[in-house]
């Protein structure tokens, strides 16, 4: 199922679907962010990114890994490019072994190309229209993000090469708070150039949104909904913190 800013609207205004919030699981799961940036170890969100994130065009999982006859055209076109954006699993991943991937996009972002899919000799990547990629989709962490605290920043939007048809902005005091809809192809060109120190974006799988988009829209309704001093609370009390901290963790791993 798609959404867009008409189901965000519709979804803050449905009458008594606040009560429902109360149980909803975060998916980005505040606790383990700030055990884990204390530890100093995991700058990341805590999200599962539900596995491999194929090249664009690539068939469905099932139909790809029958095409696919690990040749690596592909990645050695990526490559010529100077994108890198492509790598071949290897021993340490038997299932995936000799199949390509996306590598982290926050270092090796898709740039759309489309190089790699015609390059491909068995079909195993198809032809497709740039606005038609479902290479992943990418969440926004609102506790870190700079928009959703009280900035405005727009790094990720500028970056991303779907431009105004991926990103809306719920303006208001506490920043300009973007929110990355459905169409988004999944380049990671957002997650890349987001200034927070290890990206306040995550790329996942298609099939892992399905499972957790409905908790994080109920994040997103559940911040829109808080009274002025429940966003003061948050805000001030727990993510700024959030946020200072994964900004030391990455200046210390510049230092290194
Ligand atoms: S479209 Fe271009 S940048 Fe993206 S994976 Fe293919 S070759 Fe690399
Ligand atoms: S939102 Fe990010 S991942 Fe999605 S299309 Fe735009 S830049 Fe690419
Ligand atoms: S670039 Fe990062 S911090 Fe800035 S608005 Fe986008 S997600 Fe938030």
Same mark, same amino acid.
């Given at each position: 199922?798609e959404?867009d800013?008409?189901?965000?609207l519709?979804? #803050? ?5 606040? $009560?429902?919030? =109360?149980?909803?699981? =975060? ?12 530890e ?8 599962n ?5 194929r ?11 029958? @095409?696919?006859? #690990?040749?690596g055209v ?12 492509? #790598?071949?699993?290897?021993? =340490?991943?038997? @299932? ?8 982290d996009?926050?270092?090796f972002?898709c740039?759309l190309?489309m190089?790699c899919? @015609? #390059? ?5 990547l198809?032809p497709?229209?740039?606005? &038609?990629?479902?290479?992943g /989709?990418?969440?926004i962490?609102l506790?870190i993000?700079?928009?959703? +605290?009280g900035?405005?920043?727009? $790094?990720? =939007?500028?970056a991303?090469?779907m431009?105004?048809?991926i990103? &809306? ?10 929110m ?5 192809v ?12 290890g990206s306040?974006?995550k ?6 949104y399905?499972k957790v988009k409905?908790?994080?829209l109920?994040?997103?309704? @559940?911040?829109?909904? /808080?009274?002025n001093?429940?966003?003061? +609370? ?9 946020i /200072?901290?994964?900004g ?5 791993e510049?230092?290194?």
């Amino acid at each position: 199922m798609e959404f867009d800013r008409r189901d965000f609207l519709k979804l #803050s205004l449905t009458a008594g679907a606040a $009560s429902a919030l =109360s149980g909803a699981i =975060s998916v980005f799961d505040n606790d383990a962010n700030a055990a884990a940036n204390k530890e100093g170890f995991e700058p990341l969100p805590n999200i599962n990114i539900g596995g491999i994130i194929r090249p664009p065009g690539a068939l469905p999982e099932k139909e790809f890994r029958a @095409k696919c006859i #690990s040749c690596g055209v592909c990645v050695n076109v990526c490559h010529t490019m100077k994108y890198d954006t492509l #790598s071949i699993a290897g021993l =340490s991943d038997l @299932k995936n072994f000799g199949l390509p991937y996306v590598k982290d996009t926050r270092d090796f972002p898709c740039a759309l190309c489309m190089e790699c899919l @015609k #390059s491909c000799p068995t079909g195993a990547l198809q032809p497709v229209k740039k606005e &038609d990629v479902k290479m992943g /989709m990418a969440l926004i962490d609102l506790s870190i993000c700079f928009g959703w +605290n009280g900035d405005v920043c727009l $790094s990720c =939007s500028k970056a991303c090469p779907m431009g105004a048809t991926i990103f &809306d902005f719920y303006n208001g005091e506490w920043g300009n708070q973007p929110m990355i809809n459905d169409k988004c192809v999944g380049c990671g060109l957002c997650a890349k150039f987001c200034p927070l120190g290890g990206s306040a974006i995550k790329i996942i799988t298609r099939d892992e949104y399905k499972k957790v988009k409905d908790n994080y829209l109920a994040d997103f309704k @559940k911040t829109m909904n /808080m009274t002025n001093e429940e966003r003061y +609370n948050l805000v001030y009390g727990v993510n700024l913190p959030l946020i /200072m901290s994964r900004g030391r963790i990455i200046e210390r791993e510049y230092r290194d």
